[in-house]
Nanobody, 128 residues
Framework: QFQLVESGGGSVQAGGSLNLSCTPSRFSYTRYCMAWFRQAPGKEREGVAS???????AYADSVKGRFTISRDNAKNTLYLEMNSLKPEDTAMYYCAAEGGSCYYDTIYVPPTSDFGYWGQGTQVTVSS
């Protein structure tokens, strides 16, 4: 059974930074589409950023210029660098994976329905 394990969440003041990591266990994700999603209380899960096997990235408008998604295939690890954090970034952050390409006609963060593998989530809390 595939598993994704996130780490790096925590509490930070507005303007601060956090770095999230996601490591798939029991499989190599080298050719997988990988993404970060987040879900705040009472809201739907939303896409934050995605990266395909060729390191092509996409971001939600709300995080562009502040967040950076990356992958290290040698370490089999996905990252999300979050800078200039805002209180509205507070949410549970999830790592997701799916085989195949992230993108087809356009470059955008794929919807949750495109992903079959999910982590348990890591909490990010940003205080004002």
């Amino acid at each position: 059974q595939f598993q994704l394990v996130e780490s790096g969440g925590g509490s930070v003041q507005a303007g601060g930074s956090l770095n999230l990591s996601c490591t798939p266990s029991r499989f190599s994700y080298t050719r997988y589409c990988m993404a970060w999603f987040r879900q705040a209380p009472g809201k739907e899960r939303e896409g934050v950023a995605s990266i395909d096997a060729d390191a092509v990235t996409a971001y939600a408008d709300s995080v562009k210029g502040r967040f950076t998604i990356s992958r290290d295939n040698a370490k089999n690890t996905l990252y999300l660098e979050m800078n200039s954090l805002k209180p509205e970034d507070t949410a549970m952050y999830y790592c997701a994976a799916e085989g195949g390409s992230c993108y087809y006609d356009t470059i955008y963060v794929p919807p949750t329905s495109d992903f079959g593998y999910w982590g348990q989530g890591t909490q990010v809390t940003v205080s004002s």
